[in-house]
Every structure is written in C-alpha cells, then in structure tokens.
C-alpha cells in the first residue's frame, strides 16, 4: 500500500480515463457531466456510470448517488458529506482526504480504494466491504460500520472513536495504531494480537467484554 504515490491514482493513463467519461457543459452553465450526471451539490444520478472520472475537489454532497459506479477514479477531496451511496462502488478508487460525514454507504464496496484521511463521521457502513483498503489515518468517529468487511485493511492510526463495530470482519486487517475508545466491537472478527497496539478505552470487546487499560489514569485524592 505504500506505493500510492501522494496517494492519488497514477495507474489511469489519460486516454483510458478520457475513454470512460462523456463530457459536457450543462446548459452552457459550465457545471461539469460525466454520462449524463451532474457533478454538483445536490445532484440526482442513483445508478450512475461514473467509473474513472477525475474530478478531485468535486462537491457532491447531498446527492443520490445510490449504486453509482464510481470505480478506478480520481476522488481526491471530493465532498459526499450527506449523500446516499448505497450499493455505490469506488473499488480502486482514490478518495483520500474525501468527506463523507454522515453519509450513508450502506452496502458500498470499496475494494482496494485508497481514503488515507478521509472523513467518515458518523457515516452508515452497514455490511459495505472495505476489503483492503487503505485508511491510514481516516476518521470514522461515530460511524455505524456494524457488519462491514474491513478484511485485510490498512487501518493504521484510523480514529473508531465511539464507532459501531459490531459484528465486523477485521481479519488480517493492519490496526497499529488505531483509536477505540468507546468503540462496540461485539462480536468482530479480530485476529489474536490485533489490538495489542490500539487505544483501548471503555471499549466493548469481541466477546462483550469491557476493556479500560487506555484510560488515563483517575487523579488521586490530595
């Protein structure tokens, strides 16, 4: 995972990239069309064709984007916070330093992207599959990631802050690192040894377990 260069996609050629899109100015308005979907705030394209689009810095918050195709493209610090991407696709993608602040993934398949410092507070994870990801340092404060796969994920340094984990698939999955305080792990998958390097606080273990030994320490009576 370390040969994402500044993170962005370098593997799309710009042939390839310029193959998948249709472009055009809307109405003369200059807001930018990828297959017929607008990119802007707002917009309604569930389903959408969006594989390989290069639009980092794109605002798509609040949008429809349920079962968009948006694998193998260029996300980088494009705004979804608030949008339904249910069944939506960025496997391969990069979307590092994205926001997805309560945004709604339900169901998302997100193979292999790269979100290093993404924002996904209080975002909706519900059985979506993060196999292999990269999430250094993302932040899923609050997030409901309860029955998602983050098999084989690069979780390094990744804030689950308060985070519902429950039932998640962690195996193989790199957490050195990671934030958990007040996390709910209930009934995860997590390899022995796997939160050995994490910051455990009022955390709920696997096994139901309640696990304190982060805490800071309680002033002592003077």
Do not use: H
């Amino acid at each position: 995972m370390e040969g994402n260069s500044r993170w962005r996609i370098g593997r799309l050629t710009a042939a390839g990239a310029m193959a998948a899109l249709v472009l055009t100015a809307c109405g003369g308005s200059g807001v930018l069309e990828i297959n017929g979907c607008a990119i802007q705030p707002g917009t309604v394209c569930p389903d959408a064709d969006l594989a390989g689009s290069q639009i980092p810095g794109s605002d798509l918050s609040t949008s429809d984007l349920a079962g968009a195709v948006l694998t193998e493209s260029d996300l980088y610090r494009v705004n979804f916070s608030g949008s339904v991407l249910t069944g939506a696709d960025f496997s391969g993608s990069d979307v590092s330093e994205a926001g997805f602040q309560l945004a709604d993934l339900t169901g998302a398949t997100m193979l292999a992207t790269v979100a290093r410092l993404s924002v996904f507070n209080s975002a909706t994870f519900v059985d979506a599959d993060l196999s292999g990801g990269d999430f250094v340092s993302a932040d899923f404060y609050g997030a409901n990631l309860s029955g998602a796969t983050l098999a084989t994920a690069d979780l390094r340094s990744a804030v689950f802050s308060e985070a519902n984990l429950t039932g998640a698939d962690l195996t193989g999955a790199d957490l050195t690192g990671a934030l958990l305080n007040e996390a709910d792990l209930t009934g995860a998958k997590v390899d022995p040894g796997a939160l050995d390097a994490v910051l455990l606080c009022a955390t709920i273990m696997p096994d139901g377990s309640k696990n304190d030994t982060g805490c800071p320490p309680l002033p002592t009576a003077q």
